[in-house]
């Protein structure tokens, strides 16, 4: 990578100041000129920076980072400027993967190229600060300085502080794919004026979508048929996400939903609960799904309930939260990691140490692990944890040995021959926290 990109950006960060702060001052003002904005170098630059440090996939040209930068990343940042600058830029074909849904079925994934990543990114550094502005507070995916955890902490105020013990859990059918192209691009046309910049944002919502099996090469232009859906995986997704969620969100307080039923949303991407008092969850829940209604999108009823608590449990972002016992017996309202994320941990270092990996190097093998266990455990810290914690950590103790143990032909689980000082000195297995007061946050 050329030193170039290591430089700082502030003149990124300048120009989205000013854009979010003409947004703010001015909520019905539409900006006219922003395509000369994302074919600046510096804004293609920071767009490809931040891919970079995004990874992922080749898309369907087959071009990696690697290569971008051995056949010369300068010249690519300004061949991709030009063609911005003079009107040639077209977007290339998605490539279609298909990941497993945690409870089961697939989700299709489409990944851009590089190119058209980098372009995206670009487009986002500069809309983006303009539409943060306008995103409700209860609107917390892919925004900077919010994340997944406020979101439950949110929940969980309005549960145990406010007395909202009745949560409508909903769950939106395929939401991504089902947004109405043309409401969502009157959301972006009640900001923005600028006619190249809108109709590039409408290519990338209609572009084929290009599937290989092993036998052929399927093509297909659903989004241009149906008119329907942001396609998962390009940096833009997120951003147009929260937009037309933003809808339902504005509807529910502005037609006084939220004030005559103390009814309350919490959002993250497609996630969201609504807080109710006790005995308004069912006009809540059927309020809600005449707004989706509306709005083009489909509510999963089979995955869709009311919980009242503390006699039932609601998971929102990987969180339970219900009714719990303190070492004293007393019972609390509070939050744990769910079973449905425990068991997800435990299955991926499982599947992690099984004898397919036996060629990998000890070091190698336990570096994978630390990323898995540092991640989940920044995640999961709130709540009654250290038990769910020490699940993990004499769960991962004992798989590390015992594939350690197989992968040298020694037979046994390895608990008298490979010490605990071995494992996280010598290989330098992550240290899972013992007590509260180890969790970074405590000691903060």
């Not at 994302?38 to 630059?45: K, S, T």
């Not at 009242?308 to 004293?328: C, I, K, N, Q, S």
């Amino acid at each position: 990578m050329t030193s170039r990109l290591a430089t700082p950006t502030h003149t990124v960060q300048k120009l989205q100041t000013s854009l979010q702060a003409k947004a703010k001052a001015e909520p019905a003002f539409r900006f006219y000129a922003l395509w000369d904005k994302i074919c600046r170098a510096d804004i293609i630059e920071e767009a490809y920076r931040r891919c970079r440090a995004n990874d992922g996939a080749p898309g369907i040209d087959g071009v990696t980072f690697d290569t971008i930068e051995a056949e010369g990343l300068d010249r690519w940042l300004e061949m991709l400027g030009q063609e911005l600058k003079s009107g040639s830029y077209r977007p290339q074909p998605l490539l279609r993967v298909w990941i497993p849904k945690s409870h089961g079925g697939r989700r299709p994934l489409g990944i851009p190229t590089i190119r058209d990543r980098t372009v995206m990114m670009a487009v986002v550094l500069v809309i983006g600060p303009i539409f943060e502005a306008d995103l409700l507070d209860n609107q917390y995916g892919f925004r900077p300085g919010l994340d997944a955890k406020m979101a439950v902490r949110r929940m969980f105020w309005h549960v145990r502080d406010r007395g909202h013990r009745e949560v409508v859990d909903v769950d939106l059918r395929d939401y991504f794919t089902s947004i109405p192209h043309g409401p969502l691009m009157r959301c972006l046309i009640r900001r923005i004026a600028d006619g190249r910049l809108l109709r590039l944002v409408k290519s990338w919502l209609t572009v084929t979508v290009v599937e290989r099996t092993d036998r052929r090469v399927i093509r297909s232009a659903e989004a241009r048929r149906t008119k329907k859906g942001t396609p998962q995986g390009s940096p833009l997704s997120p951003l147009l996400a929260n937009l037309y969620f933003r809808r339902f969100a504005l509807a529910w307080r502005d037609h006084g939903h939220q004030d005559q039923l103390d009814a309350h949303i919490v959002n993250y991407a497609d996630d969201f609960v609504i807080c109710c008092r006790p005995g308004q969850a069912g006009e809540a829940m059927t309020r809600m799904r005449r707004l989706m209604t509306r709005l083009g999108l489909e509510v999963n009823e089979a995955k869709t309930r009311i919980a009242r608590l503390p006699e039932d449990a609601v998971t929102f972002l990987g969180y339970t939260l219900g009714r719990f016992y303190g070492r004293d017996g007393r019972a609390f309202i509070g939050t744990l990691p769910s079973r449905k994320a425990v068991k997800g941990l435990l299955r991926r270092i499982h599947d992690s140490t099984t004898p397919r990996w036996h060629g990998d190097a000890p070091k190698a093998k336990v570096a994978s692990i630390n990323r898995l266990l540092r991640g989940w455990c920044g995640y999961f810290d709130q709540g009654p944890v250290m038990a769910v914690y020490d699940l993990i950590r004499r769960y991962v103790d004992r798989r590390l040995r015992h594939w350690l143990m197989r992968r040298t032909g020694r037979r046994g689980r390895g608990f008298g021959r490979i010490s605990q000082d071995y494992l996280h000195d010598t290989l330098g297995l992550f240290r899972i926290p013992a007590r509260r007061a180890d969790l970074p946050r405590a000691k903060a």
